[in-house]
């Protein structure tokens, strides 16, 4: 047996293997008419194997047998490739659809995070705070009776505990639902928390803006103020720099903040998963259909921008994506099962 009949009785085993699993894909998929090619293809490859076999062994094969074996396989292998895009479209309108899913877990996700926030801030600041600062006129009251050197002392200490303890209830609070954030803007909101963290810590932290008193999208806010905050603060607390660069502007339809600090840096694949944050701020730019990167170095710094589009929604979806599901067909319904608006 010469190498050439060897090969060819390999290929008609693994031709015979191959159309066994083109049939059991018949029933994986919804797609049976691709498999079902294939199958044919396949099995008319097989037969042209056994026909070159043949020849091999003096048996005579007319040309005209051989020619509607090779027009079959020819057929079915086109077809083949005709059922493979409706397969591929398949699969994106898959692959869109879960991503679609996952920025909805992620909506819901922040939105139930940030609703917790704003429930805790109020519940400290409407309840604790008012028995704190009844607790203070109570020791202020008592501080005109006549009273030893000794209590007189000890309520002093009483009082400038109560002082400290509203104020890390305001600074809580804040940090929870940043009143200026909601009522006066991004700008505002960053502005502040940068003058309040600054006055805390030796680094220069240097913000710069084109904008004013724009207001955006409350969930633009939101996550532009969260990430702004948790760069400063991974800088403030991992980096050792002296300065820190902040900058936010608005370019066409999108918001741009910049970010760099001087510090050691790092090595950004070593530190991904490592609770510095960074992932946490890439899936919350990731829920805008924004863009986050972050570039930096040991010794040399770091380096960051995200990149969010003013028409994005958290709640919505884009207009790519929602095209795409529609040039793919993705949940068409006829036109008098719409809604109307």
């Known amino acids: 047996m010469t190498a050439v009949e060897i090969l060819l009785i390999v290929s008609i085993v693994m031709q015979s293997i191959a159309s066994g699993i083109a049939l059991f894909l018949i029933k994986r998929t919804k797609y049976s008419a691709l498999w079902i090619a294939c199958i044919i293809g396949l099995m008319m490859l097989t037969v042209e194997r056994i026909m070159q076999l043949m020849v091999f062994d003096g048996v005579e094969v007319s040309d005209l047998t051989r020619a509607w074996v090779g027009i079959i396989v020819s057929l079915s292998f086109s077809l083949c490739v005709l059922f493979a895009r409706f397969l591929v479209n398949h699969v994106d309108r898959v692959t869109m659809h879960r991503k679609i899913l996952e920025q909805r877990l992620m909506t819901a996700v922040l939105r139930t995070e940030e609703r917790s926030r704003a429930s805790f801030s109020r519940e400290l600041h409407d309840g604790l705070g008012p028995l704190l600062s009844s607790a203070k006129m109570s ?65 220069t932290i240097i913000f710069n803006t084109t904008l004013r008193n724009e207001r955006f999208d409350s969930n633009i ?121």
Do not use: W
């Open 221 to 341: 806010e939101v996550i532009l103020y969260r990430v702004a905050c948790e760069l400063i603060n991974n800088s403030l607390k991992h980096s050792r720099c002296t300065e820190i660069v902040l900058s936010l502007r608005l370019e066409d339809d999108n918001l741009r903040l910049d970010y760099r600090d001087n510090g050691q840096g790092f090595v950004p694949r070593m530190i991904s998963d490592s609770g510095m944050g960074l992932s946490n701020i890439n899936s919350r730019i990731s829920s805008l259909n924004g863009t986050f990167q972050v570039s930096s170095r040991p010794g040399q710094g770091m380096s960051a921008y995200a990149i969010v589009s003013i028409d994005s929604a958290i709640s919505h979806l884009s207009g790519s994506d929602f095209q795409k599901l529609n040039d793919s067909n993705y949940g068409k319904k006829k036109s008098k099962n719409r809604p109307r608006r």
């Open 139 to 203: 020791l202020s009251l008592m501080r005109k009776a006549e009273l030893e050197d000794k209590d007189r002392e000890i309520l002093t200490n009483t009082a400038a505990v109560i002082d400290e303890a509203i104020r890390s209830l305001r600074e809580i609070s804040n940090n929870l639902s940043p009143h200026v954030l909601n009522n006066f803007g991004l700008v505002r909101g960053i502005r502040n928390f940068v003058d309040r963290i600054g006055a805390m810590h030796a680094s």
